[in-house]
């Protein structure tokens, strides 16, 4: 008699391991899509989110990074949670730039999004479709029926850029990604402006046609627009020629200029830091240690002329591209400084004349600088 009950229980054993076994699975396919939050976000403090009617915000990665990276043990990071938000409260339109996107949390708010009638558009580089990551996300949003337009051309659509019911846009160095988010530096200004949205979605229009590189035309409906106290032009490459409305800028310094650049191999703007450091202003700034020593880096010139650069610290990637001037001027955006940002590559930048903004980016500087003063220990 006994053996019937013994057989029942080893059957009970086996389904509980096998239901068990399908939970795990289940579990690790919602966490790997962005469905399931990681149990360290859920247990995480959530960031104190400055007031969404600001006019202009900062927001950057620093503060949260880690190394090593730990997926299990991510904190939530303000950048992304505000992002989130400004989707989640989305009425009429999500248009959305990125080179690299691979962030389920973003996939699903935009799906969300798409499901309460917001009219949802993405264009991505298809350089980054390889990872299975991004190639993941964007197939969860061509599926759901969302326009994603790809560039398949060699040089990059290299934009960050995100715009949001024709009144908030987010612009600046931070790809869509975790790698991005949780391991390297970056930045992003959030700006509440019809005006500055309506010159990003014109770009946005002629990439989303099939319009790439030299084949778009410059139309920017708002060269300079005012964004509460602030003073902000914007521009986008290659079709605005964004290099001399760099230089212009550096040039006309009168005290300091602060930099920190993933990319540097233009000779005219290193040129432009040299001499402003021979007239006697204070010229300091970071570069990315792997891109320092790259061919055409501009590092050693810079260094050998005497200007005060180093490379970071981050055992992962500092991937800014920033110059702060006279503590009143950002200059920001996807643009790096190099001659494919310049000619061939989809990018924005933008000049904002704002000395609270500035002051917020000389904070990002300093940490960025003191790390490259000591760098993490790396394995």
């Known amino acids: 008699m006994a053996a019937p009950a013994d057989a029942q229980r080893q059957g009970s054993r086996i389904f509980l391991v096998v239901l068990f076994l399908l939970a795990g699975l289940i579990g690790l396919y919602l966490w790997q899509t962005g469905t ?3 149990l360290a976000q859920r247990l995480a403090p959530q960031p104190a989110l400055p007031s969404s009617n600001a006019p202009l915000q900062a927001f950057f990665t620093t503060p949260t990074l880690a190394y090593p990276d730990n997926p299990a043990r991510r904190p939530a990071v303000p950048l992304l949670e505000q992002l989130l938000r400004d989707i989640g409260s989305a009425r009429s339109s999500i248009d959305l730039a990125s080179f690299d996107f691979d962030l389920g949390e973003l996939t699903n708010a935009l799906l969300l999004a798409q499901r309460r009638g917001v009219t949802v558009r993405l264009v991505i580089d298809s350089e980054n479709l390889v990872a299975p990551e991004a190639s993941l996300q964007a197939g969860r949003l061509e599926q759901a029926g969302i326009s994603v337009q790809f560039d398949r051309r060699e040089p990059f659509m290299h934009n960050k850029f995100a715009v949001i019911d024709g009144q908030v846009t987010w612009l600046g160095s931070w790809n869509m990604t975790a790698n991005d988010t ?6 992003m200004v959030r700006v509440r402006s019809p005006q500055l949205a309506a010159d990003y979605r014109a770009e946005f229009e002629q990439m989303l046609a099939g319009r790439f590189g030299t084949a778009k035309t410059s139309a920017t409906p708002y060269r300079q627009v005012q964004v509460g106290a602030a003073r902000a032009e914007v521009y986008f490459a290659p079709e605005d020629g ?8 550096l040039q006309a310094a009168k005290r300091t200029i602060s930099f920190m650049a993933f990319s540097f191999t233009s000779a005219s703007i290193a040129d432009a830091l040299v001499a402003q450091h021979q007239a006697g202003l204070r010229i300091h700034g970071v570069m990315e240690a792997q891109n320092a020593q790259g061919s055409g880096a501009m590092y050693h010139r810079l260094y050998d002329s005497g200007v005060d650069v180093l490379a970071d610290g981050n055992c992962y990637i500092m991937h800014h591209k920033v110059f702060i001037i006279d503590e009143h001027l950002v200059i920001t955006g996807s643009y790096n400084f190099t001659s494919s940002a310049e000619v061939s590559n ?12 500035a002051h917020v980016y000389l904070d990002e500087f300093a940490r960025v600088y003191s790390q490259a003063q000591i760098p993490a220990r790396c394995r």
Do not use: C, F, H, M
């Open 182 to 187: 949780w391991r390297n530096n970056n930045n």
């Open 346 to 357: 989809d990018e924005n930048l933008v000049i904002i004349d704002d000395a609270t903004l």
């Open 36 to 38: 399931l939050p990681t």
């Open 242 to 249: 964004v290099a001399a409305y760099v230089l212009q800028q």
